[in-house]
């Protein structure tokens, strides 16, 4: 599983790096990106990507397989 | 049961309230509430699309619609300020407060706070461990999150209690149908609660300290004013009544959950990694705060219901985490599944609990020391006599006792 940011809905509210800063980063622009490249497997990154997801204002993260 | 009776505010229903969940769902997805009036949503995918649609659904709810009589609302005018948070408001108001108190809940800050709720889970943990049966609610869930909060907003850790009282009864409104009487008395204790804060907030300014009081005083807006009074009320009473009843809630059922699923607590001893599963499907399964509210800001057509501009929708989070539309098996607590955090139970998007990540920490934290300290837990009396607070909005369990294993408390005994 993986975290995706749709840079066209992301408006750099910071939500997602500033509580998962293990999975995003924030970019040169301002908004969110994906730091943890790899897989994420353990329940601990799952969990929090997934409440990332949850948490952005602008829906703007999905989890892939 | 037909759909059109289904009542949530039935005890009997708020007892088990899964079966009335699933009609709703598959038969009734926007159901008007015969009491109340509000339209109920209880599909997971209905209640998503809503609270991302903020122009056509409200969070501006005049909180004045939990209180019936003029006399407890007059009160409240006439003794303190109205009882309005900064829950209850649309962007772009809501984005501009929150965007000032979420610096104060990033993940740097919450791991500050670490190693004091260990201390204060460490210490309540120690006094359950008793060979007679504890009530894990009185003992532990109600004394957690109070505690944890006082501390957090930099308030007498012994004011706990009295705050505690004040937030039981500010949620009574919620549970609907209350006598004037009732009413009356919910307004004289929640002026308590205000002067009692604005005491607080006096003090703050006076000694400022590192605690959450002190951020709320001295916040500046980007034009440089501070936070109105009125404000600064408004986020505190949230914030005290956010971190009681439902972190209160959530422990309760986690523990209530753990005992009722065998071979849960084994699993969780061997791969303490699955205890941030665990926890995220307790929140699914239970979720403490079973529904909030929204306002129709005009007409809307949903599943081939109107719901009239200016109606109530009450958003049933509850029954969206159940909906098998998006959780396959919804009902099996399931420690491998893979979208369990996708719960409902704190919200999603712009009305997200800002406090979900120290409620996910202290919970989080607990099943982590109490499963260091203690194995086999299981009910003390009669596992069908649990009883919940009357409410719509939050699922309480009144009590919960639970005992030692006797193999263990003998093993304790012994090593003494």
């Keep these: ?65 | 049961m037909t759909t059109t009776n289904i009542n949530l505010s039935d005890p009997e229903v708020q007892r088990c309230p899964f079966g009335a969940y699933k009609a709703l769902r598959d038969e009734a997805p926007v159901h008007r509430m015969p009491d109340t009036g509000m339209y109920v949503v209880s599909r997971y995918e209905d209640i998503c699309d809503i609270v991302r649609d903020p122009d056509r659904f409200s969070m501006a709810v005049p909180m004045d619609f939990l209180f019936k009589t003029d006399a407890a609302k007059q009160y409240y005018r006439d003794h303190g300020y109205p009882r309005r948070t900064p829950l209850s408001s649309d962007p772009p108001y809501h984005t501009e407060f929150r965007d000032l108190l979420e610096p104060f809940f990033t993940a740097g800050r919450i791991r500050q706070w670490e190693p004091r709720l260990r201390e204060l889970i460490g210490n309540l943990a120690s006094k359950l461990e008793k060979d007679e049966p504890v009530d894990f609610v009185a003992d532990f869930c109600f004394p957690l999150p109070m505690s944890v909060m006082t501390v957090l907003l930099g308030l007498p850790l012994e004011d706990h209690k009295i705050l505690k009282h004040w937030t039981d009864v500010w949620v009574l409104p919620f549970s609907h149908g209350l006598t004037p009487e009732k009413e009356m008395y919910v307004a004289e204790e929640g002026i308590k609660l205000q002067r009692y804060l604005l005491d607080a907030f006096e003090r703050k300014r006076r000694e400022p300290a590192d605690d959450l009081l002190t951020v709320l005083v001295q916040t500046r807006r980007a034009d440089g004013s501070p936070l109105t009074t009125q404000e600064m009320l408004g986020f505190a009473e949230q914030a005290v009544v956010g971190a009681n009843e439902t972190t209160q809630n959530g422990l309760a059922m986690a523990m209530k959950e753990l005992i009722e699923n065998p071979g849960v607590e084994d699993r969780l001893h061997a791969e303490p990694g699955k205890i941030r599963t665990f926890v995220e499907e307790c929140l699914r399964l239970q979720s403490p705060t079973a529904g909030m509210y929204r306002v129709t800001t005009q007409d809307v057509e949903l599943h081939g219901v109107t719901i009239p501009k200016g109606c109530i929708v009450h958003l049933r989070f509850a029954a969206g985490n159940r909906d098998e539309r998006h959780f396959p098996n919804p009902e099996k607590l399931d420690l491998d599944r893979r979208n369990a955090a996708s719960h409902l139970a704190f919200s999603q998007a712009i009305h997200h609990c800002l406090g979900a990540p120290l409620a996910r920490l202290e919970i989080n934290l607990a099943f982590e020391i109490l499963l260091s300290r203690r194995q086999h837990f299981r009910f003390a009396r009669d596992a069908e006599s649990f009883d919940y607070v009357p409410g719509l909005a939050l699922r309480q369990l009144k009590y919960l006792w639970i005992q030692s294993d006797p193999a263990a408390a003998a093993a304790r005994a012994t090593a003494a």
């Design chain 1, 1 to 65: 599983m993986k975290a995706v940011i749709d840079p066209a809905r992301c408006q750099g509210k910071a939500r997602c790096f500033n509580l998962y800063p293990s999975i995003f980063g924030k970019g040169p622009d301002g908004k969110g990106l994906i730091v943890r490249t790899e897989d994420l497997d353990t329940d601990e990154l799952i969990v929090d990507a997934q409440s990332a997801a949850n948490a952005c204002p602008r829906g703007a993260i999905t989890l892939v397989d």
